[in-house]
């Protein structure tokens, strides 16, 4: 089941009640987002679906056109997660270093809703972050203000993720003070989720990580008691983090944990693999060339060496069963 701002508030509120993350996959495909849902349900585990404007302006979603991209993504996730297959299982559609000019009309979209098949039903993301690493921190705080106020004027509420310094070393806690607290005084009870910089990085590199679980426990507690309610720290560049480093961020208040550099990495390598291994059979006068040509057979074949990662990794977050607690959440209604 898609979840909506509300209840992914209270999927994230359990996640920091039960000391666990919820992996949120980059997926840049159709296949990624089922091979997901399905990692998810086998863990009994909610999942975050996260995409970034490459993936809406790529050729499996908008060819060039974001909001198209957005609206082909949601419509997708939309249909895929409320299916009868997935319907325990608590999905988060959540937009990720979204940037550039387009940033506020494409959030605004995804916060307001976008027309799906007869035009009444509206398709809207459950969680909103967007890509701060070129903006000011009074731009930064205008563009999440904007948000906010986007989604008053529409009628809706927005569970926001407001970052800061990812990338750049451990951010001060002064940092915290000065953003959430603009945010949060003007337009309360928005934010939700806190991403610092903690001595992650994006990407993937051999090189050591100077991550600190005790700049997470700090952020945390600060950026909690800025806004009086919890709020979960995201962890942007895990990719390159060791597993016991991803148990101590989440002992330190870490919600929710971004995956997405090694994800791809672990699907193109597989589909490399793929192709590898069947060059023999893409032929036409072989007799199994098409069930090797068809996007299934390659699909197929990924899925078989992603599932298995991808539920190692909601287990090292300590998902595992977790499904069930935010269920039991959900029907209990939100809490203060
Ligand atoms: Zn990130």
């Known amino acids: 089941m898609l979840l909506d701002p509300i209840q992914s508030r209270m999927a994230l509120r359990c996640a920091l009640d039960h000391k666990f993350a919820i992996l949120a996959v980059n997926a840049d495909s159709p296949s990624a987002m089922t091979d997901c849902l399905d990692a998810a349900r086998e863990c009994d585990a909610p999942i975050i679906i996260e995409t970034s404007l490459w993936q809406l302006t790529g050729r499996s979603f908008g060819g060039g056109d974001a909001l198209m991209g957005m609206a082909r993504y949601l419509a997708e996730l939309t249909v895929l997660a409320n299916g009868e297959r997935y319907r325990d299982v608590p999905v988060i559609f959540h937009t990720d270093h979204i940037k550039g000019p387009d940033t506020l009309r494409l959030l605004t979209a995804a916060?307001?809703?976008?027309?799906?098949?007869?035009?009444?039903?509206?398709?809207?993301?459950?969680?909103?972050?967007?890509?701060?690493?070129e903006?000011?921190?009074?731009?930064?705080?205008?563009?999440?203000?904007?948000?906010?106020?986007?989604?008053?004027?529409a009628g809706v509420a927005a569970t926001l993720e407001m970052e800061a310094g990812v990338d750049a070393g451990v951010t001060e806690i002064q940092v915290a003070e000065r953003l959430l607290a603009a945010v949060e005084s003007a337009h309360p009870g928005n934010l939700y989720l806190w991403a610092p910089g903690v001595g992650t990085q994006h990407g993937l590199s051999d090189k050591g990580y100077p991550f600190s679980p005790d700049a997470v426990s700090k952020h945390q507690q600060r950026a909690s008691a800025i806004c009086g309610r919890p709020i979960g720290i995201a962890?942007?560049?895990?990719?390159?983090?060791?597993?016991?480093?991803?148990?101590?961020?989440?002992?330190?208040?870490?919600?929710?944990?971004n995956?997405?550099?090694?994800?791809?990495?672990?699907?193109?390598?597989?589909?490399?693999?793929?192709?590898?291994?069947?060059?023999?059979?893409?032929?036409?006068?072989?007799?199994?060339?098409?069930?090797?040509?068809?996007?299934?057979?390659?699909?197929?074949?990924?899925?078989?060496?992603?599932?298995?990662k991808v539920m190692e990794r909601i287990g090292v977050l300590s998902g595992m069963g977790m499904s069930s607690k935010i269920r039991a959440s959900l029907l209990r209604g939100p809490q203060s």
Request: net charge negative; aromatic share 6%.
């Open 135 to 153: 903006l000011s921190e009074q731009e930064n705080i205008e563009h999440i203000a904007a948000l906010c106020t986007a989604a008053k004027e």
């Open 235 to 257: 962890l942007h560049g895990s990719s390159g983090l060791q597993e016991c480093n991803l148990h101590d961020g989440v002992a330190a208040g870490v919600a929710k944990v």
């Open 111 to 133: 916060i307001g809703g976008l027309p799906f098949g007869d035009g009444q039903t509206q398709l809207r993301a459950s969680t909103i972050s967007l890509d701060s690493s």
């Open 259 to 308: 995956w997405s550099s090694e994800s791809l990495l672990i699907r193109s390598q597989a589909a490399q693999e793929f192709y590898a291994s069947h060059s023999a059979e893409l032929v036409k006068t072989h007799p199994s060339w098409k069930t090797t040509a068809m996007d299934n057979g390659v699909q197929t074949f990924v899925s078989q060496r992603y599932l298995p």
